[in-house]
């Protein structure tokens, strides 16, 4: 079954720093797919999550906290329609926060940073270890989607646009 790696934390203002494109090239034994700069792989090849997960620490010139998931949980997340009633325009960016494990307690959704009509970040859902958030600028403040579901869920998470999330399901696809 393929697999899809989430490495939290890197390539952000040049910390931990690294080239996701050549560690994909090191990884190609297992048919590895690098998404993005902000350290995103798909890998294509059945191999356990155990054997990925020892090769990206030794290869990784730091220690890295990552997710790995399978591809049918990605697949599955997206088959759907995870947004349906939060509006899809230039304003609003729709994101995926891919949690450490899932939360013993959900806290009670939408949640909202901050609070009320000003709201930059909106937590709508949690499916499984993905938790779904929508995000609009307002003003010279920035809310990080990330800092609000890590902050709310009380687990580590790392976060992607969800153009990452169907790139990721095109390439599952062309498999």
Not at 28 to 43: E, P
Not at 53 to 80: D, K, N, T, Y
Request: with cysteine; proline share 6%.
């Amino acid at each position: 079954m393929a697999l899809v790696v989430f490495l939290r934390g890197v390539n952000v203002g040049g910390h931990k720093a690294f080239q996701p494109s050549v560690l994909a090239r090191e990884l190609s034994d297992f048919d590895v797919v690098s998404v993005g700069a902000a350290g995103t792989f798909v890998i294509r090849k059945a191999v356990s999550q155990v054997i990925v997960r020892a090769e990206l620490l030794r290869r990784l010139p730091f220690a890295a906290e990552f997710m790995i998931c399978p591809s049918r949980a990605v697949i599955g997340l997206a088959s759907g329609e995870p947004f349906p009633n939060e509006p899809s325009d230039k304003g609003v960016s729709r994101f995926v926060s891919v949690l450490a494990r899932r939360p013993r307690t959900l806290p009670a959704l939408p949640i909202s940073q901050p609070a009320g009509e000003t709201w930059q970040v909106k937590v709508i859902g949690v499916t499984g270890r993905f938790a779904l958030s929508v995000h609009r600028r307002l003003g010279r403040t920035f809310v990080y989607p990330n800092e609000v579901v890590e902050r709310s869920f009380g687990v580590s998470a790392t976060t992607r646009n969800w153009n990452t999330i169907s790139a990721i399901c095109d390439i599952l696809k062309r498999r």
